[in-house]
């Protein structure tokens, strides 16, 4: 098989991440069980598992199993792809298990260890018998007609916004909201030093965001990851269907995070008339966007990312709002120990960088896509 540039490495990147923080949260408490860290590969299987550990550890590394198995095909190793992802995920969920035994908080296990290799065998598997049916070989022309050879990181990015939706907001589709938070953490990083001093502190608490600001922050929340796409889609007609797609995601991840943490009595309880104007404007302008050249939009992004980010920051938290934000942390809900977060806090920032690096490398974006197509 042809070598050809796959999406599948950076995003197993990702997931490797995600799975480190999953295993060795919360990260506090390390200390020294003795002289074999390995000890739990000779001990006794345990005495209690449920349904839930098994389907848990085996669909959490199934993923990781697919995309390293399809980074391996679409990279030519076909033969040894099953090896190579399920050797590479039994090595990390190896060095994970070791390592939380020396976290209080964690008890490593040779089951999981098994279950483990066994969800990454699953999954790379999948994906070989994917690439044999086809599957792979279609989503590759599909990437063809509808991306530049360069989007990568675009799709990676695109892939993780459903993702980072589901964590609970203030405010709808507003992602990015870190600023009391790194502030709060700030202050305790510089107490009873005399940098404290220089920390420069609030008058008055935030406000609840006027209806306006919320409508602009649900436009500019919807209109970003189509400007995103925009940056990579050179068809004006897929840049349309591109537009659907994207709100009809954000709508379906919003109304599934309000389901999961406010209950479903109160599910749309987040569809309020500046959310609808701000949904119906994004769409709107994005549409008449379509024409504009991968340039434009990627200024345009930028400056909408930066007023963004301005406005949901300044949208308080309320107290039933960080009370939900704390459940999520915990992982009752998804129990992937609240990492979600990080993708909620961080993913705009992550676009504004890689639109930064992208205008700036010479990955020119009017070369790659050097005219708007019918």
């Given amino acids: 098989m042809s070598v050809h540039k796959t999406s599948a490495w950076p995003l197993s990147g990702v997931y490797v991440g995600l799975v480190v923080y999953a295993s060795l949260y919360p990260f506090a408490g390390w200390r020294d069980q003795g002289p074999l860290p390995w000890g739990f590969l000779i001990a006794p299987w345990p005495h209690y598992w449920t349904a839930f550990d098994f389907f848990s550890n085996v669909l959490g590394y199934a993923p990781l199993g697919f995309l390293l198995a399809l980074g ?6 076909g033969p040894r792809a099953v090896r190579l992802a399920t050797l590479g995920a039994g090595v990390l969920s190896l060095v994970l298990e070791t390592l939380q035994g020396y976290l209080p908080a964690r008890v490593p296990s040779n089951i999981d260890l098994l279950l483990n290799l066994g969800g990454a065998w699953l999954g790379a598997v999948t994906a070989t018998l994917l690439e044999k049916m086809g599957a792979i070989d279609r989503w590759t022309r599909f990437r063809e ?3 530049v050879p360069d989007a990568r990181g675009a799709l990676v990015l695109l892939a993780l916004w459903p993702f980072a939706l589901l964590l609970p907001v203030s405010v709808p589709l507003g992602l990015g909201q870190v600023f009391e938070r ?8 510089l ?5 404290l001093e220089w920390l420069p502190l609030r008058t008055m608490e935030l406000q609840p965001l006027v209806p306006g600001a919320e409508m602009s922050c649900v436009l500019l929340g919807a209109l970003i990851p189509c400007l995103l796409g925009f940056c990579v889609i050179p068809s004006m007609a897929r840049r349309a269907g591109f537009v659907l797609a994207v709100l009809a995601t954000a709508m379906v991840a919003t109304l599934l995070s309000a389901t999961l943490s406010y209950g479903p009595v109160h599910a749309w309880a987040w569809f309020s008339l500046p959310v609808k104007a701000g949904l119906v404007l994004a769409g709107g302008i994005a549409l008449l966007l379509l024409r504009a050249p991968a340039r434009v939009c990627a200024a345009l992004l930028l400056l909408g990312l930066g007023l963004y980010l301005v406005l949901i920051n300044q949208a308080p938290a309320s107290p039933y709002f960080a009370h939900n934000l704390q459940v999520w942390e915990q992982g009752r809900f998804i129990r992937f120990h609240g990492v979600v ?8 920032y992550a676009v504004l960088l890689y639109v930064l690096i992208r205008v700036w490398s010479l990955s020119d974006l009017d070369r790659a896509a050097p005219k708007i197509q019918p």
Avoid: Y
């Avoid at 391996?72 to 190793?77: C, K, S, W």
């Avoid at 977060?341 to 705009?348: A, H, K, M, V």
């Fill in 72 to 77: 391996a095909l679409r990279t030519g190793q």
């Fill in 145 to 147: 007609r509808w991306f």
């Fill in 182 to 189: 790194a502030e709060a953490g700030l202050a305790d990083l």
């Fill in 191 to 195: 107490l009873d030093t005399p940098l």
């Fill in 341 to 348: 977060q990080w993708l909620g806090w961080f993913w705009p």
